[in-house]
């Protein structure tokens, strides 16, 4: 659709119909005055049914009038293209000054209305358009001139014609009647670019309706794996809080009970506080258990800090199985939840393979701060291992320390080593790590 073409056509329709409009009292008030200049107002009473009160100043109504629609047109065009409000305001406005244009020159034009019609087909968008185009439609049939001139009488703008001679005569009906015809042909003209127009709009609409339709689908199906994302990582971290609680644990029963069958006969009260020992290490174990398995918990390690938690780990170990720990740390320790729980598992997991796969007696933790990060380094002495093979422990650290964007690596020399380093975040006011 082409908006400057219908925007002409706009122009042409307004001009059609002051032009008629003008035309009509031009003539009756030209005419009258020949009529007198001639001495032929007798006979010319005689002919006609009706004439106008006032020519003259239905001449000027009748500009004046017109001015009206030119200036509410305008206002439409230039200054409240967006108003609705007083859009109709100025429809309105143009609906009375086309009533009283007709009565004015007595029905003998009634094409101004299709102007009226024009612009509500193409300024208002409410149901109200189609009630104020039915009004308009019935006001152009019932206001027909040769209907009206049964009921009432009106004068007739061909009486007024004929007074002239046969060229003038006819020159004035041409343009009478080519007046009212264009004014049609340019309303239907009109009619059909608006509707045009709108199957433009709809197709628009439609297209743009399809494209929301598509985005919408892509955000369900980002929305769904997202989903799906955080129900693997939710399963992932359970499994790994399960893995590290019960290996640990069980590992230090399976040791602590060793040691209790080994004592029982030559020392039965000392295997009797090793038993002691284990139950305790069972208790605990399965408290860890029933928190690991809470998918509704945070995934924090409790009321304790991470210092206590790494020293009460080593103390029962040392406890339940008997081996040497040399645990390491001259700065307190105070990270985020994530962090603290991370540090302690990778230590667990590293205590748990140095004693259950390495059969390791002496073992080495130490954590430091060093250029911004914190080492984690778990040294044994037992067996190593020539050829590593990743289990899913070791997976487990590795992903923990990955998530806090730090590394890890195993080193299996002179026993088994594990070395995590994480960066200390700073931002945020986060950098509480370590305190000296």
């Known amino acids: 659709m082409n908006v400057s073409n219908l925007r002409q056509i706009k122009y042409l329709l307004l001009l059609i119909n002051i032009l008629a409009v003008m035309f009509i009292a031009i003539v009756i008030r030209n005419t009258t005055q020949y009529i007198c200049m001639l001495g032929a107002a007798s006979s010319f009473l005689f002919e006609v049914k009706a004439i106008p009160m006032n020519p003259n100043g239905n ?57 009226i019609i024009a612009n509500f087909v193409y300024y208002v968008n409410s149901p109200k358009k189609f009630l104020a185009i039915g009004i308009g439609i019935a006001g152009y049939i019932f206001s027909n001139y040769g209907l009206l001139s049964i009921y009432t009488p009106l004068f007739s703008i061909e009486k007024y014609f004929v007074v002239y001679q046969s060229f003038t005569r006819t020159l004035l009906f041409i343009l009478y009647y080519s007046l009212s015809a264009l004014n049609l042909i340019v309303f239907i ?43 693997t990582r939710e399963r ?59 998918a509704l918990r945070p995934d924090t390690l409790g009321s304790h800090r991470l210092s206590q938690q ?55 933790i130490t954590l430091e701060k060093k250029d911004g990060n914190l080492l984690i380094l778990v040294r044994d002495n037992g067996c190593g291992c020539q050829h590593m093979v990743p289990g899913f422990g070791t997976a487990h650290m590795k992903e923990r320390i990955e998530m806090l964007d730090g590394s890890i690596e195993f080193v299996s020399d002179d026993g088994f080593a594990v070395k995590a380093i994480i960066p200390i975040r700073v931002e945020g006011g986060n950098d509480k790590s370590i305190d000296s």
Request: charged share 20%; glycine share 4%; proline share 1%.
């Open 59 to 115: 001449y000027f109504l009748v500009f004046a009038l017109s001015a009206v629609l030119l200036f509410n047109f305008l206002l439409r065009q230039f200054v409240i293209p967006s108003e609705t409000d007083k859009i109709t305001v100025t429809l309105l406005l143009d609906s009375a000054a086309t009533i009283l244009l007709m009565v004015f020159e007595d029905f003998n034009y009634n094409g101004i209305i299709l102007w």
């Open 189 to 231: 003209i009109f009619c059909i670019l608006v509707i045009q127009e709108q199957e433009g709009i709809i197709e628009e609409v439609n297209h743009l309706y399809s494209q929301l339709s598509d985005a919408n689908k892509e955000l369900k199906k980002l929305a769904d794996i997202k989903e799906k994302m955080g129900e």
């Open 236 to 294: 992932n971290r359970i499994a790994r809080e399960i893995h590290d609680t019960i290996g640990h644990s069980l590992m230090s029963i399976s040791i602590g009970i060793d040691a209790a069958l080994t004592l029982i006969d030559n020392n039965p009260s000392q295997a009797k506080r090793q038993l002691q020992t284990v139950s305790t290490v069972a208790r605990e174990g399965i408290a860890d258990i029933r928190r690991s398995v809470s």
């Open 310 to 364: 790494i020293s009460h780990l080593v103390d029962k170990t040392v406890n339940a199985t008997g081996i040497v720990i040399h645990y390491t740390c001259e700065e307190k320790l105070e990270f985020e939840n994530d962090e603290e729980n991370a540090i302690f598992r990778v230590v667990q997991e590293s205590l748990t393979n140095a004693i259950k796969h390495g059969h390791a007696t002496v073992v080495d």
